[in-house]
């Protein structure tokens, strides 16, 4: 699976919207984005995911790259309840979900 | 909306003593999965298992760790001579079979294993 590299932390004033970067410059062309994030040592949530198309769920949206080397997850309305840490995880779809977890960003909602 | 059940949420053993964690996933999933998140660091991989067999397994899987689905509605990882270094919050996940379009894992919310 391909490599990804988040910033390690963001901030983001509840009500805007949060942007989360991830770069992934190796990506295949049969490899999907998938993000996922984790409050507070909970079991990781699943958020969304894509192949080349912007997607939007009730959750967030995600904007990829037209050269698929680069996407954003976007939370339009980061509330307190959105702190966590949210990670960009690339991989092939096929018989294994196997996900590799790297350290994501941990992004934190202020007042 | 349906949910990955662990239990318990907190187990705390001796060094050498054997645990079982419990798990149960969606009734309508297929495969299953155990992971861990040693305190502060990034969540690892450690086991898939799909009809009855370990699909995939990690390097941290090694014959000290078991999968079981027991009886078709749990799923148990056991652990049969805990070492202090197993000390991690440990993740069971669940998903529907490939090519449904839903490939994401659910996770449940994990138990908290302290070896003493």
């Known amino acids: 699976d391909a490599k990804t590299t988040q910033p390690p932390s963001m901030d983001c004033a509840e009500g805007r919207a949060a942007n989360l970067p991830c770069n992934h410059s190796t990506i295949s062309g049969n490899e999907y984005v998938y993000w996922y994030r984790q409050i507070h040592s909970q079991g990781p949530q699943y958020i969304i995911h894509g192949l080349k198309n912007n997607e939007t769920n009730e959750m967030a949206s995600l904007i990829i790259t037209e050269d698929r080397k680069s996407s954003t997850l976007i939370l339009p309305h980061a509330t307190l309840r959105d702190t966590a840490v949210y990670y960009c995880?690339?991989?092939?779809?096929?018989?294994?979900?196997?996900?590799?977890f790297g350290k994501g960003t941990l992004l934190t909602v202020n007042p | 909306e349906p949910e990955v059940t662990q239990t318990p949420s907190h187990q705390v053993t001796q060094m050498g003593q054997e645990v079982i964690l419990r798990c149960v996933p969606i009734s309508n999933h297929l495969y299953f999965y155990w992971y861990r998140q040693i305190l502060g660091q990034k969540v690892e991989f450690l086991v898939s298992f799909y009809n009855n067999e370990i699909s995939e397994k990690s390097e941290i899987f090694d014959d000290q760790f078991s999968v079981e689905r027991p009886d078709g509605s749990n799923f148990t990882l056991k652990i049969r001579s805990t070492k202090l270094e197993d000390s991690a919050m440990y993740f069971c996940?669940?998903?529907?079979?490939?090519?449904?379009?839903?490939?994401?894992?659910?996770f449940g919310s994990g138990t908290q294993l302290s070896v003493l």
């Open positions: 995880i690339v991989r092939v779809v096929g018989s294994n979900y196997k996900l590799t």
């Open positions: 996940a669940s998903s529907e079979a490939p090519g449904q379009g839903l490939e994401k894992l659910f």
